[in-house]
């Protein structure tokens, strides 16, 4: 396997079954072509709902979730848990040798508390490193690395860190050639048209003009930096077309 491509899945379609299907396709199709993805996810609907039934109310700065200790409580028993085990049978149930992990996991990401100057986030984390050994011998294996964006801080605890920033920190260590963003909208949009490429000048401008907003803006984000960091290609698009959306370049 030559190509390194990471997939991080948002996490608001992962409970449905149809979704599902359709993501097991698209992993089927990579094998036919030779590569094994590394698959991080995310699992923001579910971990909502449970931090709701823990008495907490989600909170998000910037686009990123605030995580207080009843959040990161969700976050973990979500995300290590049902969202894993969900991804991780529906590769099965077709042959697919996939295994669930998180970044805590032989603390296979080391991350640090994030700050963000427009107010605290509690237990969110941003990735200091990857083991990319650990990922490369999974993938020599023919195993599919589902990843939970659940991540050591070295100290005995954990921080929850973006799914899309995770994706961004595991394939600039991998050298990816590429790293797509599957969400539920099919690229950028203006005018309600997907973008085809964008540079970093126009995503830019974009920003500044409150096009690109909310949850978009940390994807866009981690695609520039990821370009500036060595990856080839980022893609934002949806699971119904993972070679095509918006192309960062």
Excluded: Y
């Amino acid at each position: 396997m030559t190509m390194v491509r990471v997939i991080k899945l948002g996490g608001n379609e992962i409970d449905d079954p149809q979704w599902l299907a359709r993501l097991v396709a698209v992993v089927q199709r990579l094998f036919e072509r030779n590569e094994i993805p590394v698959i991080v996810h995310g699992g923001g609907r579910e971990v909502g709902q449970l931090q709701k039934k823990l008495g907490g109310v989600p909170r998000f700065v910037g686009g990123l979730r605030v995580t207080d200790e009843k959040a990161l409580r969700a976050a973990t028993m979500v995300l290590c848990g049902e969202v894993s085990t969900r991804l991780v049978a529906a590769l099965g149930a077709t042959g697919l040798d996939a295994q669930g992990m998180s970044g805590v996991d032989r603390e296979l990401v080391l991350a640090t508390p994030l700050t963000h100057p427009n107010g605290s986030l509690g237990f969110v984390g941003m990735p200091l490193c990857v083991r990319s050994d650990v990922l490369r011998a999974l993938l020599a294996d023919g195993v599919v690395p589902i990843i939970a964006p659940i991540c050591s801080n070295g100290l005995g605890g954990w921080l929850n860190v973006n799914a899309d920033v995770m994706a961004g920190a595991i394939a600039v260590t991998m050298s990816a050639e590429e790293v797509v963003f599957i969400s539920n909208v099919p690229g950028v949009l203006v005018d309600g048209a997907v973008v085809p490429r964008l540079t970093a000048l126009e995503t830019q401008a974009l920003i500044e003009k409150d096009i690109i907003t909310g949850g978009m803006i940390p994807k866009v984000s981690t695609a520039l930096i990821a370009l500036k960091q060595g990856v080839t290609r980022v893609r934002i698009t949806s699971i119904d077309d993972v070679f095509g959306g918006t192309v960062f370049e």
